[in-house]
Structure formats: C-alpha cells, structure tokens
C-alpha cells in the first residue's frame, strides 16, 4: 500500500458533500492530485452494528473505557450540523482528541457522554496538525474524566482490537477485530486494522484487549474488504 489513494474518510457528514466540506489537502495530508480519488463516507439512517463481545478479556472494561468516548456533533456559524465523529481523552483528562477533518468548517461541537449527557465547546482547536489529521480541545473545568492509556509501540499483525465510535451518529458501538499491518507515508506511522468502521468513527480509539489505546481511527480503503486505518499511538501529541 503506497498511497491514501483510496482513503474514505468517516465523519458522519450530515448532509451529502463535497470532499472539501469533511476533509482537505491540510488536514489529511493527502497530496492534492489523488483528492479525486477520495469519498466522504455519508450515512443517512441510522444502521445499528452487532459484534461478537464474548473474546474481549474482562480486565477490559468496555463501560469505564466508554466513559472517556464522546461522540461530537459539529456545528457551523449558522447552526447547521456539518459532520459526525467521536472524540476520547488521554494523557491529560480535561484535553479531549479527534480527527481535525472532523472540525472543519466548526463553529462550534456538541458533545455527548457515554451516560448520555451532553456539553457544548465553543473554543477553536487549542492544536492541530494537519498530516497527522489530530486535532486537541479543551474540555469544562468540571469534568472528571479518567484518561485512557496509551499503547507504547506498535501492536504486530493479529493482535485481537477493538473500537468504540459513534457510528451512524449513535453513541460508542463497539466493533471487534485484528490488527492487519502497518503503514508509513511520509515519516508517519499507520495501524491497519479490520474491526468495521463507518460514517462517525472518525477521531475515536482503537484498543487492543488490555484496553490500552493503539491508534485513532481515521478513515478505511475503498477497494478493500474492510481494511481500516488509524494513526499509530505513538504519532499523538503529549497532553500533560
């Protein structure tokens, strides 16, 4: 695989767009000449999707990791909802990460806990970078989030993952699967995986089965079968 030739990027956009209205060459990292080749993953009706759970250890708390998951709601400046995705915290509980293809055109982001509560960022990203397609927020003083771990080095091919997400606009579906490989564009390291991911999954972890994060999902291959890719742990920034 050399190339995000066919990179589908998965926020939940929330009416059918243009590429440049999800994701662009500064957020993605994708070389102008192969946007052509490059879908935005839309969804409109929610699809509920089902996994076998029953291979997850139980020293992996699916509920106490879900409850530093978020799915996001962006809003542009004249309220209109542009896009899905899901957000987590590590490191530092009160930063909260996510894909900035997520964030573009945000006014500002609605965000809904795992307990179905829900809190307005008004704020504009406190980082970004646009290869790296991260992007960092500053949660409420009042929260109190525990911080997910993250995974040092990069787990090798089969090793059983995991992910929470809010896709179809839902509230951290979780989808099982194993890590496939991995890939290096331009200094930056990729975890392919093939737990499903679709439209929203965008910006949410990746967890092996010791519930330690090992990537952050950010889009899937549309000539493969289930082919996933996520941003290396190791490539996120220090929060703390």
Request: charged share 20%; proline share 6%; net charge negative.
């Amino acid at each position: 695989m050399k190339s995000k030739k066919h990179l589908i990027l998965i926020c939940l956009p929330a009416m059918i767009l243009a590429f440049s209205g999800c994701a662009g060459r500064n957020n993605s990292g994708i070389p102008p000449s192969e946007k052509k080749d490059i879908q935005v993953m839309s969804t409109s009706s929610p699809v509920l999707i089902t996994t076998d759970t029953s291979g997850i250890p139980e020293g992996a708390d699916i509920d106490a990791l879900a409850s530093s998951v978020f799915k996001l709601e962006v809003y542009d400046s004249k309220g209109i909802k542009t896009a899905t995705g899901t957000g987590f915290v590590y490191g530092d509980p009160k930063v909260l990460t996510t894909s900035a293809h997520v964030i573009v055109n945000m006014d500002y982001m609605k965000v809904t806990r795992d307990n179905g509560e829900t809190f307005k960022i008004t704020a504009k990203a406190s980082y970004a970078d646009k290869d790296k397609d991260i992007a960092l927020f500053k949660l409420p003083a009042d929260l109190d989030l525990p911080a997910l771990k993250l995974k040092e080095g990069t787990p090798p091919r089969g090793t059983p993952v995991f992910t929470l997400g809010s896709q179809a606009g839902l509230t951290n579906l979780l989808t099982t699967g194993v890590v496939s490989g991995t890939w290096n564009e331009s200094d930056i390291d990729y975890l392919l995986f093939t737990a499903p991911v679709s439209g929203g999954n965008s910006g949410g972890p990746v967890f092996d089965y010791d519930g330690n994060v090992v990537a952050v999902v950010i889009g899937t291959y549309e000539k493969a079968q289930n082919l996933n890719i996520g941003l290396v742990a190791n490539e996120l920034p220090e929060t703390e």
